[in-house]
């Protein structure tokens, strides 16, 4: 899915096949690091040879047999002092048929569960569905190959020792951590500007979106991500990080828009608006700028209360003050903002907006651009902080 | 498969043991919780308070003895169930019942097994 070259294409069904077969054999023993173990020289050959050699017609039913070929091989060399339950597993079923059914939406319910770390609950998700090593996450999140792979390890020993279940079906509760696992992780990326992990998590949106059957909000998270991904070439110009209300629309992917707003508008048929919907909502308002020229801020405010309504944070709040700065005036929404608490107004984005709000009005912003620019973790977007409220005019 | 539901308590819980006010209602939502529990119970116990503690430790073949607790937090070891769940989730649900979870905290491991 991230090009459409076919060798990206093999190595795309490669990973595909691999990741409902770690689902299916991890439900079956409870083991995920074992099933990664039982499949990893399979797929390793499949993604060497797939590109060489085209991708099978039935592609789970290759890496399946050649997993159990390979299986049985390590078993007469290990023996049975070793307890490869998922190796095992693989050796005993009894068919030529590859698994059909598709658990790796129970995986993703699994590697998001309540006991585990949330932040390595997505970067598990791409381990054990993607099939990605720890050097590829670990660049992915600007994080050490060895540290990574420490903290998948844990992760997925916690599983197994303290027997965390695997639940095939999710309830709406588990999807929704789901959900949030993805667009951790998303958000993390993007603001970050890292680009492979941001078409990961687009990965595994879609495939949570295919595997819930597309229920209303994982298609709300997967339009959301759409969104926001359409816009990345526009964020930066040249090294420079440009806000949304100056991008350049030109500049956004309509391709990726396209898909967000029919992803979305599929999503609202179901009339159980949610939060992700909500969101992917508030960035389709902003997606009109590039047809319309002018963005709807009465419909922006309107849809972050009702956000607000499901999903109370920090980042709703500041955006719903910032929208009433355009569609009431600058005056209320420094009412607003200064009626929020510090966990909402002391920090980077709030300082931002206070600075912002402060220009509208004519006083001096560069108190309050001083905090943000402290606050800021990206050099890109102090720079242009910088420039916008301290280059000499 | 076997879990440790380990409990913190915090000072004032281990003083409301031996409060005349206070530890019928205390003695009486622990009697609760073993009740609740009933048949997973296989051992466990209650410990006394942190001031009874002694901690020993062996470096470089010299003995060092401390008086008090290994660490001084503010939510203390108060006892441990041993208890039978069929996984990490119904643990939890257990544990999530206990007196202490409201108060101080409970920690879920699982037992390591020997042999």
């Known amino acids: ?393 | 498969m076997k879990y440790a539901v380990i409990v913190y308590e915090i000072d004032d819980q281990f003083e409301a043991r031996n409060d005349p006010a206070r530890k019928d209602e205390y003695w009486k939502t622990w009697g609760a919780y073993s009740q609740f529990l009933g048949d997973r119970v296989s051992g466990g116990a209650a410990l006394q308070g942190v001031e009874t503690a002694t901690t020993i430790r062996l470096r470089d073949g010299e003995r060092k003895v401390q008086d008090g607790p290994f660490a001084d937090t503010k939510e203390r070891l108060g006892g441990f169930f041993l208890i039978e769940a069929a996984d990490l989730d119904e643990a939890i649900r257990l544990a999530n019942e206990c007196p202490s979870a409201k108060t101080g905290s409970v920690e879920v491991r699982p037992v390591l097994p020997i042999g």
């Open chain 1, 1 to 393: 899915m991230r090009t459409p070259d076919p060798q990206a294409a093999a190595a795309e069904a490669a990973r595909d096949a691999y990741g409902r077969l770690v689902a299916w054999l991890a439900r079956r023993t409870g083991d995920l690091a074992g099933a990664e173990d039982a499949l990893a020289d399979a797929f390793e050959s499949a993604l060497q040879s797939w590109p060489r050699d085209g991708v099978p017609d039935r592609p789970e039913a290759w890496l399946f047999q050649a997993a159990r070929r390979r299986g049985i091989d390590a078993h007469r060399r290990r023996l049975v002092r070793d307890q490869a339950e998922a190796t095992l597993e693989l050796m005993m079923v009894d068919r030529e048929e590859a698994p059909s059914e598709d658990h790796r939406l129970g995986l993703m319910g699994l590697c998001a569960h309540e006991a585990i770390d949330p932040g390595i609950r997505a970067p598990l998700m791409m381990q054990t569905i993607l099939g990605l090593n720890a050097e590829q996450i670990g660049r992915a999140f600007g994080v050490a190959a060895a540290t990574m792979g420490q903290r998948l390890g844990r992760a997925k020993r916690k599983i197994k020792e303290a027997k965390i279940p695997f639940e095939p079906e999710l309830d709406r509760a588990r999807l929704a951590v789901v959900c949030e696992a993805i667009y951790g992780a998303f958000g993390i990326a993007s603001e970050a500007g890292l680009r492979d992990a941001t078409q990961d998590a687009l990965v595994l949106g879609r495939l949570a979106h295919r595997a819930s059957g597309e229920d209303p909000e994982t298609g709300g998270l997967l339009a959301l991500m759409l969104h926001v991904d359409a816009r990345r070439d526009a964020r930066r110009l040249g090294g420079r990080y440009v806000p949304l209300d100056e991008q350049d629309t030109g500049r956004w992917r309509r391709d990726r828009i396209v898909e967000a707003e029919s992803v979305l508008m599929a999503a609202a048929r179901h009339r159980r608006p949610g939060r992700f919907q909500l969101e992917a909502a508030i960035q389709s308002a902003h997606a009109q700028r590039a047809l319309s020229g002018r963005t709807d801020w009465d419909a922006i405010t309107d849809l972050y209360e009702r956000l607000l309504a499901h999903n109370d944070s920090a980042g709703a709040r500041l955006g719903w003050i910032a929208s009433l700065a355009e569609s009431r005036s600058p005056s209320t929404a420094l009412q607003a903002l200064n009626a929020e608490p510090s966990e909402v107004t002391d920090t980077q984005p709030g300082w931002a907006l206070r600075a912002h709000l402060a220009e509208a009005l004519g006083q001096d912003p560069r108190p309050a651009a001083e905090k943000a620019i402290a606050l800021s973790p990206d050099p890109a977007v102090q720079a242009h902080l910088s420039t916008r409220y301290f280059a000499t005019r």
